[in-house]
């Protein structure tokens, strides 16, 4: 196995700069209820088991009242700067709206979960043919899934001699 140290950030960027010209995100023909569905699975409300009022519930009923707000906003924004400030904010009132809808103050969704499910919101709208905004991809905060960690994992095993599998069924060895 070869360790390949790139002599400067020009260097990584000339050496991996190829290697998003195949990647594509897959557009589905989503629409907002989808979207809404699609966007945060049962893995991520499983950490709010102890909740009386169901997570998803709580998501859900959220992003129906509140996309068509963040779709307009969403084809306004012009910079990472607008795009950071918007996610904030959308975190402080996903959480306030949270916080309005459980009795219990243990039950508070805290801003690493909040952000993380406004992230997943706007990335299934970006695979969606109906709402998705080229300029935004930029911007984009990211968490690793399939569609993310494939390019991560064709670059390494191009460059070295490591050959990576990706194994999308948890329950495979």
Not at 11 to 25: G, S, T
Not at 108 to 116: E, F, L, R, S
Not at 155 to 162: A, F, P, W
Request: charge should be positive; hydrophobic fraction near 35%; glycine fraction near 2%.
């Amino acid at each position: 196995m070869s360790i390949i140290i790139f002599k400067s950030q020009e260097d990584a960027i000339k050496r991996l700069k190829h290697f998003n010209k195949n990647f594509r995100i897959p557009l589905k023909d989503y629409g907002k209820e989808d979207i809404i569905k699609n966007s945060v699975t049962s893995n991520i409300f499983r950490a709010f088991h102890l909740t009386k009022i169901k997570p998803s519930q709580i998501y859900r009923n959220w992003s129906s009242e509140n996309f068509e707000k963040i779709e307009r906003k969403l084809k306004s924004i012009k910079n990472l700067k607008d795009y950071e400030k918007y996610l904030f904010s959308l975190s402080e009132n996903f959480i306030l709206y949270w916080k309005n809808q459980v009795e219990n103050p243990n039950e508070n969704i805290t801003y690493g979960p909040a952000i993380k499910m406004i992230n997943l919101l706007i990335k299934v709208m970006q695979e969606s043919r109906n709402y998705h905004n080229q300029k935004l991809l930029p911007f984009m905060h990211i968490p690793f899934d399939i569609y993310s960690l494939l390019p991560l994992k064709e670059i390494i095993n191009n460059l070295t001699d490591i050959d990576y599998k990706l194994v999308t069924d948890l329950t495979q060895n």
